[in-house]
């Protein structure tokens, strides 16, 4: 019994080792053997989730005229749970792909800095980019890598072929960076080219036996319709940088999204930018079994701006015309550049905003470098970052400070006889002799001795404190920001390392000096001397909707900003005369004396350097009831004050109505049409859509104006 029990133990234990052995062959084969194909069906085998793009929100101007809109176009994804395994596979479709692309004219999507033939070499100003590509996140190359050493690495990492030509390697590298750049995954597809043409589609989708994972999708395609309407103000969207997705990426944004970079684009990014939607993919056995959108996308808001932009057309238009007819002159001939800007006087809102040399958005887009490398930096927003002196025009602020601080009165007079004598060491001189001027004469001639001595009385503390009343040198808060600049005082010459004379007080009362202000603070200035006192914060958007613009979100309100406290009750009055009277030195088709209403306006030509000046203006329209300020300013101009009278008939229609006119008397008649100063009021006046007489206006034969103006 004893010896039968113990083989029966024995043959128990053999066969638990035997199976033991079986089942650990069986492990190691499952381990070892088939591992890899086990592992990789496990991969597979899984559920993965896809971003439907959203709509960004559209642009459009104050009557609703689309500036920025959105089109529904074809653009070539691919998509990794579809796209083959093997690295080699991906290379041949990615080549194919790109050639194809390449027949029909059409640029695939690229943004590795490198050049596209050899000896290759790294793109000029692209510092951050290169930098990015060479980073441990990326190629993980030393900061001392070539381009040659980069595209070597992108050759090695994904299997690039020696069978291809230099040129083919290159248009694969140059692929396969930007996938690698734009996080291509199962959850994350790859935009290969946007907005192709049908024809494109059409050979996609015929041979999409050739390229498996490519597909063509339609999706919302950015379209700057008016590409030439507020271009600096629009601004541009562009991709996620790596530094800036850090921050982004908490926000909801992926690697393949689009941010506004500048202008309206970025500011009203919250806004614009609408709710992705999200699709899941399941995936079994390395096939893709089903898809279903798991949330809708939701598309951004429209934004509304405050600018119509037939009237910022004809504004451009008379801003370049301008500085073309003074390339015909002899004064002013050097003109280069400049801007205007035109604001609701009672809301603040921009009416206009204009720059010369400008540009076209859709050039930007397309060709960055030849629109950036054009004369006279076209990029530059001279409206809201170009600083300038003032000159003559500031003379306005002086007169607010000296009279409502009690220096002088109205009626009260300053001798000009030429040369200021007050400093001994010091002559500075007006470019008249006007004898005893008030400070309406004062204004009307632009008179420097009576402006340097009441200058000098007040003070620079208190000239200073007025000029930030008025928002110069001042954050406006704008929308879009713009360049603060500084006011003529002892802190900037301190700032500037400069010492402060008691001389430079007498500069700085006639708008000269260390003093750079903004068009558009220039034209808040005017807002503000048109409002008596009372500045509002200037402001580009009206209001935002819902997509469809069905329903309000947002409305912007006029916001007072600062008000003038007014100590001497007839400030304005005397200023408002001084302006009036400045408005009627201009005659023939310049005159503003036969509009329907008077007009207020001050001039000047500010020192650009020791031998250059700028010509410079600000004024509103019409005197009693007014409706709109502007400022405007030509680098190396003259005779700026000539753009007044088009920009009143532009915003009123003024010429629409004259023109319509003209040509039907002409047709009448035969003959070219000829009508009077009160003809031709009338005429404006119902352009206007206004019901009243033309005012009267009294032309001053023979005003002294200063030559400063």
């Not at 069978?163 to 734009?182: H, N, P």
């Not at 999409?208 to 950015?222: C, H, K, L, Q, W």
């Not at 019901?691 to 032309?699: G, K, L, N, V």
């Amino acid at each position: 019994m004893k010896i039968g029990n113990k083989i029966r133990t024995w043959i128990f234990v053999f066969l638990t080792l035997i199976a033991m052995a079986l089942c650990g062959i069986r492990l190691m084969k499952l381990q070892i053997v088939q591992g890899e194909e086990f592992l990789e069906k496990s991969k597979s085998s899984a559920l993965g989730t896809q971003t439907i793009k959203a709509a960004r929100g559209e642009i459009v101007d104050s009557k609703g005229v689309a500036i920025v809109r959105n089109k529904v176009g074809f653009n070539v994804i691919v998509e990794k749970a579809f796209f083959p395994k093997d690295l080699q596979e991906q290379n041949e479709i990615i080549l194919k792909l790109a050639k194809m692309l390449e027949a029909d004219g059409v640029q695939w999507v690229e943004s590795i800095p490198i050049t596209k033939t050899t000896p290759y070499e790294y793109l000029e100003n692209r510092d951050k980019d290169i930098a990015t590509m060479r980073d441990d996140n990326h190629l993980r190359l030393a900061v001392y890598a070539t381009a040659d050493d980069c595209i070597a690495e992108l050759i090695k990492k994904y299997k690039i072929a020696d069978s291809y030509t230099d040129e083919e390697k290159r248009i694969i590298a140059g692929i396969r960076y930007e996938m690698l750049l734009k996080d291509f995954s199962v959850n994350n597809r790859y935009t290969f080219a946007e907005d192709v043409p049908m024809n494109t589609v059409a050979k996609i989708k015929e041979l999409s036996y050739n390229f498996p994972g490519v597909d063509i999708v339609e999706e919302a395609i950015r379209v700057y319709e008016q590409g030439d309407i507020l271009p600096h103000e629009i601004g541009t969207v562009g991709p996620i940088y790596a530094e800036e997705y850090k921050e982004l990426k908490d926000k909801g944004y992926g690697y393949n999204d689009v941010i506004g970079k500048s202008g309206i684009e970025k500011a009203m990014e919250d806004y614009l930018r609408g709710k992705d939607g999200t699709r899941q993919i399941t995936i079994s056995n390395g096939e893709v079994t089903s898809v279903e959108v798991t949330k809708e996308a939701v598309p951004g808001n429209t934004v509304q701006l405050t600018v119509d932009s037939k009237f910022q057309t004809k504004l451009q238009q008379i801003l370049e015309d301008h500085i073309n007819w003074l390339h015909t002159q002899e004064k002013g001939r050097n003109a280069y550049a400049g801007a205007v800007v035109v604001l609701n006087v009672k809301t603040g809102a921009v009416l206009g905003m204009v720059n010369y040399p400008t540009y076209n958005i859709n050039d930007y887009i397309s060709n960055y470098s030849e629109v950036a490398s054009r004369e006279h930096q076209p990029l530059l927003n001279r409206a809201i970052d170009g600083l300038y002196r003032p000159g003559s025009t500031f003379k306005t602020v002086t007169a607010t400070a000296s009279m409502n601080e009690g220096i002088v009165t109205g009626e009260d007079t300053v001798v000009c006889n030429h040369v200021y004598t007050f400093y001994p060491d010091i002559a500075p001189k007006c470019l008249g002799w006007h004898g005893a001027v008030n400070v309406v004469k004062a204004l009307q001639v632009s008179c420097n001795i009576y402006f340097y001595d009441v200058g000098r009385r007040l003070g620079i503390d208190k000239l200073t404190e007025y000029a930030g009343m008025y928002g110069l040198g001042q954050d406006l808060g704008f929308e879009l920001g713009g360049a603060q600049g500084y006011l003529a005082c002892p802190d900037t010459f301190d700032r500037f390392g400069m010492d402060w004379t008691p001389g430079q007080v007498l500069q700085a009362a006639i708008g000269q000096s260390e003093i750079a202000v903004s068009p558009l603070q220039m034209a808040v200035q005017a807002m503000t001397l048109a409002n008596r006192g009372v500045r509002y914060k200037p402001y580009i958007v009206d209001s935002i909707h819902t997509y469809n613009m069905e329903e309000t979100i947002k409305k912007t309100e006029p916001e007072i900003a600062s008000k003038i406290d007014i100590k001497y009750p007839k400030l304005y009055d005397y200023i408002e005369q001084g302006m009036i009277l400045a408005s009627e030195s201009l005659t023939g088709e310049y005159s503003l004396s036969d509009l329907p209403y008077k007009v207020a306006i001050k001039t000047g030509t500010p020192q650009r350097t020791a031998e250059k000046t700028d010509s410079a203006f600000i004024g509103y329209y019409p005197v009693g009831n007014p409706e709109i300020a502007f400022a405007g300013i030509v680098e190396e101009g003259e005779y700026s004050k000539y753009m007044i009278r088009k920009i009143i008939d532009a915003y009123y229609g003024y010429d629409e109505v004259k023109a319509a006119e003209t040509t039907a008397q002409t047709q009448n008649s035969g003959q070219p049409a000829e009508t009077s100063a009160q003809t031709q009021a009338q005429t404006e006046n119902a352009g206007n859509g206004q019901s009243q007489p033309a005012a009267e206006t009294t032309f001053v034969q023979g005003a002294q104006i200063n030559e400063d103006d």
